[in-house]
């Protein structure tokens, strides 16, 4: 899925602030500051890129489960009316949400038995991780929240802050839904993934403890109507992940 396209410039340019149309001697100025600003978005937009590639190269499951969120992500936050110009952030923390499971040992990310308490201490950890990666992008604060919170519970028993409520920023709660829903229903290699009714069913039971009961209401049926459209989007099928 590609990241959302910088806007295109208006056609009467004028100096940031004044407002008055661009003079000969300031054109080639602004023109080439412009050009600056672009090189550097598609240079951010690589590297959010190859972040995911890593994923998929550690476990090929977590990219493409990434890939999915990105999807889900924007469609629930419009039904939600997130404005349209908090979109890239929202697509950025869904997709990256999990980068910080690079730091975690594979011994862990895929055991098949109980975790002990110093591994589930670990594993709790990622969205520090996530964060303390995704806020050194200039341009990427906002994300970087959202996936250090995508782990709290609206109750406020999640982690790693216990925030809870509308303290929660809201793409945090909703990559919380989203990505439990995906889990669910996805086969991993240590289980076959849970039918679409009782995915929807947990989600349900846990509304307004685990889950934002509005989120949770927002993208069933989302999950419902489009999920071969975010399959396909995500470059899989429900037939070769469910």
């Known amino acids: 899925m590609p990241l959302m396209a910088s806007r295109g410039a208006s056609a009467t340019m004028t100096i940031a602030g004044v407002g008055d149309p661009l003079s000969p001697q300031t054109g080639p100025l602004v023109l080439r500051i412009k050009e600056l600003e672009e090189q550097h978005l598609a240079f951010r937009n690589s590297l959010i890129c190859a972040f995911n590639q890593l994923l998929d190269l550690k476990d090929i499951s977590t990219g493409v489960h990434s890939t999915r969120l990105a999807e889900w992500a924007i469609r629930v936050a419009r039904k939600l009316n997130i404005p349209e110009e908090h979109m890239y952030q929202v697509e950025v923390a869904a997709l990256l949400h999990d980068i910080g499971k690079i730091g975690v ?21 990622h969205p520090e991780y996530s964060w303390s990666i995704l806020r050194l992008f200039p341009g990427l604060e906002d994300a970087s ?3 250090l919170h995508h782990h709290e519970n609206f109750d406020g028993t999640g982690y790693p ?5 509308e303290d929660i920023p809201i793409v945090s709660r909703i990559v ?5 829903y995906d ?3 996805s086969n991993r290699c240590y289980r076959k993934g849970l039918p679409h009714t009782e995915a929807v069913r947990r989600l349900l039971e846990s ?3 685990q889950f ?3 989120v949770v209401h927002t993208f069933i049926p989302i999950a419902e109507q489009e999920a071969t459209e975010v399959f396909a989007a995500a470059g899989t099928s429900t037939s070769a992940a469910l």
């Not at 802050?161 to 409520?165: C, E, G, V």
Request: proline share 5%; glycine share 4%.
């Open 212 to 214: 934002d009961m509005e």
């Open 145 to 147: 929240l959202y996936v």
């Open 176 to 180: 919380s839904v989203i990505d439990a």
């Open 207 to 209: 509304a307004g403890t």
């Open 105 to 125: 040992p594979d011994a862990i990310l895929k055991k098949q038995g109980p975790l002990t308490s110093e591994e589930r201490a670990l594993i709790n950890r």
């Open 183 to 185: 889990a669910m229903v």
């Open 161 to 165: 802050a216990r925030l809870k409520r």
